[in-house]
Each structure stands twice: as C-alpha cells, then as structure tokens.
T-cell receptor, first 113, second 114 residues
Framework: NTGVTQTPKFRILKIGQSMTLQCTQDMNHNYMYWYRQDPGMGLKLIYYSVGAGITDKGEVPNGYNVSRSTTEDFPLRLELAAPSQTSVYFC????????????FGPGTRLLVL | QKEVEQNSGPLSVPEGAIASLNCTYSDRGSQSFFWYRQYSGKSPELIMFIYSNGDKEDGRFTAQLNKASQYVSLLIRDSQPSDSATYLCAVNILTTDSWGKLQFGAGTQVVVTP
C-alpha cells in the first residue's frame, strides 16, 4: 500500500480561478477527509465522506465542493479562488475500527494571489 | 462550539529530559483521543491513541487520559532532537452520524535543545 496520495504538491492560483485537488487512498478505507491548515493553526475540517456517494460538510466548507464516486478517490474542488483560501490542504482516510486512526497524505500547498 | 485546547509553546526541553504536553477538551461525550506529531512542512503522523482512563505507554511515549477532568496529556521521556516538532491533540466528536470525525487542537511546538 502507498497510503494516501495527493496532487499537486504546490500550486499558485490567481483570484477567481478554479482548481481540483486530487486525493487517492489504496487502503480500502471508508472514511475520507479534507482539512486545511493555516500557519500556526490546527487542522480545520472542510468536508468528509463516510463512503462512496456520501459526503458532508465540516467546519469550513464555504468556497469548496467535493464528490466521492469511488472508495479510493475524494477530490476537492475550489471554485472562484480567494486569497483566504491560501493554505496547506491535507487529505486523510480512516477505516471503521474503534480507534478511528486517520492517515494523512503529504499535503498540497496552495497560494492564491 | 466544541473545543480542543493546547498550549502553543514553544516548549523548550533539554535533551534527555521529559517533555509534558497537555490538552483539554470540551465535549464530555468524546471517546477517543489521539496524539499526532507534525514536523515542519510535513503531514501529521499518529503517535498514539487512547480511549480508556489511565496511562498508555508506547516506547518513550506515554499518553494519560482523565475523562472526568476532560484532560489528556502526552509525556515524552528521554527527549531527543528528533522529537522537535509540533504535537497535535485530536478528539473524536460525538454526533449522531460521525464516529469518525476528529477535532484538532492548534498544536504545541516542542524544541529539544542539545
């Protein structure tokens, strides 16, 4: 297993542009998550999914959209990028064991200018 | 608003000493608690989880949980320079449909000095 992979590693966007952050996991995990992490801050949950076809909003969903058509993939769509979306984005996945350990991807660093 | 609170640090620890990190949480119904380590520019990696009151030891790390006081801590014994990182406390959020949803604290930065 390679775990959780994310692409791209780094991206610069202009205000108003759109992009999709890709996330794939090969651990057959049901749960998948998108977080953003601003400098010196903890992780804020954007969206999560409990299985293919099922998604729900987290703490900071505005300006983002997700879909989950397969167990493996959970892309995050940014529409009309704004400077406030400059952040590091982490995707994570977890099985349904009692302890619910989340495994993180390497992150995508996004700069909106 | 459910909250997870940590001291931001930095916590400066001499090499070989014990680092003690604290975390408090507001959701009395939380059942599972996690400590993640995050090196600068990297993603969080799990160090330990705990869900029963008391201590849990794994190598140089000990997690301590007190649900009555809503308090979880992490001890790092024999601290090494490689332990210099930010440590994130995470608590599962108890809602009707989200057993797998965590809330993270802002993290405590630990600096181990030779």
């Amino acid at each position: 297993n390679t775990g959780v992979t994310q692409t791209p590693k780094f991206r610069i966007l202009k205000i108003g542009q759109s992009m999709t952050l890709q996330c794939t996991q090969d651990m057959n995990h049901n749960y998948m998550y998108w977080y953003r992490q601003d400098p010196g801050m903890g992780l804020k949950l954007i969206y999560y999914s409990v299985g293919a076809g099922i998604t729900d909003k987290g703490e900071v969903p505005n300006g983002y959209n997700v879909s989950r058509s397969t167990t493996e993939d959970f892309p995050l769509r940014l529409e009309l990028a704004a400077p406030s979306q400059t952040s590091v984005y982490f995707c994570a996945s977890a099985g349904i064991a009692v302890q619910e350990t989340q495994y993180f991807g390497p992150g995508t660093r996004l700069l909106v200018l | 608003q459910k909250e997870v609170e940590q001291n931001s640090g930095p916590l400066s620890v001499p090499e070989g000493a014990i680092a003690s990190l604290n975390c408090t949480y507001s959701d009395r119904g939380s059942q599972s608690f996690f400590w993640y380590r995050q090196y600068s520019g990297k993603s969080p990696e799990l160090i330990m989880f705990i869900y029963s009151n008391g201590d849990k030891e794994d190598g140089r790390f000990t997690a301590q949980l007190n649900k009555a006081s809503q308090y979880v801590s992490l001890l790092i014994r024999d601290s090494q320079p490689s332990d210099s990182a930010t440590y994130l406390c995470a608590v599962n959020i108890l809602t009707t449909d989200s057993w797998g949803k965590l809330q993270f604290g802002a993290g405590t930065q630990v600096v181990v000095t030779p």
